[in-house]
């Protein structure tokens, strides 16, 4: 059995040849932290302004998916068709809704 040691975050008892402390998840060692990017993505291409502009009006959220640096491609290509989808079915409902006002304003103009 090999010896323990106590992490020094979460005082938990950890293998002396541990690189990362499996209970708290921290670095042991500086040196083999992941480098973290200190650049922030601009404002149109965050994830809530990408959701905010795909509930207002989907279509416009298209070319923010296919910028975003960090979303996978299948992703992008998934959401395409999800955005086009429900682009369509929009579409559909809201010329059922038209053609039914124009009916209605038909049998007011009757009446």
């Known amino acids: 059995m090999s010896a323990l040691k106590k992490c020094p975050y979460c ?3 950890i293998q002396e ?8 998840g921290e670095f042991l060692d500086g ?3 992941p480098e973290v990017t200190g650049d922030p993505l601009p404002l149109y291409l965050r ?3 990408i959701v ?3 509930l207002i009006l989907p279509p416009v959220a298209l070319p923010l998916i296919w910028l975003h640096p960090r979303i996978h491609l299948a992703w992008k290509v998934v959401l395409t068709v999800v955005i ?5 079915m929009s579409y559909t409902a809201y010329q059922g809704a038209i053609k039914e ?5 038909e049998m007011m ?3």
Do not use: H
Not at 84 to 88: I, Q, T, V, Y
């Open 47 to 49: 994830t809530s302004f």
């Open 52 to 54: 905010v502009t795909f």
């Open 11 to 13: 005082a938990e008892e």
């Open 31 to 33: 040196s083999k932290r």
């Open 84 to 88: 086009g989808a429900f682009s369509w």
């Open 101 to 105: 006002l124009d009916a209605a304003m």
């Open 17 to 24: 040849e541990a690189v990362k402390c499996r209970f708290c």
């Open 109 to 111: 103009d009757e009446i």
